[in-house]
């Protein structure tokens, strides 16, 4: 009991004092961009990151979706069907939530149902 269910020379007291440690450093890699956001909210920068980003982020997502499909379940049709079912439902609702959210579906009813 004395060792608190640790390994034999691991003391209870450095365990705790790393897991601190650990505890501290990722509460403040968290904090730091929300704290560092105040200082640059007039920044030229923050303002094109805000509009560059999530088309940099999305077409890196798409290019990780079809890289190496070929031999995935149901394939690049799968996953272009998928696609372009995606695209259309944007253009037509101008939700991303909702076309994230159908567009997965499809793809998984695709590759679960008919591409099987």
Sequence with gaps: MSNFGLPDGTHLGNT??????????T?????LPFAALRFMRNSS????LGLGMPVGVMTVLVMYT?????DAP????ATF???AFTVAL???RRSATLSILLGTVCYMVLVNTVFA
């Design 81 to 83: 069907l998928a696609a």
């Design 27 to 31: 509460f403040a890699l968290r904090a």
């Design 74 to 77: 149901g394939g690049l049709m």
């Design 90 to 92: 944007h253009l037509w």
């Design 45 to 48: 920068l923050v303002a094109w």
């Design 16 to 25: 705790l004092a790393v897991l601190a440690a650990i505890a501290i450093v």
């Design 66 to 70: 079809f890289y190496g499909q070929k």
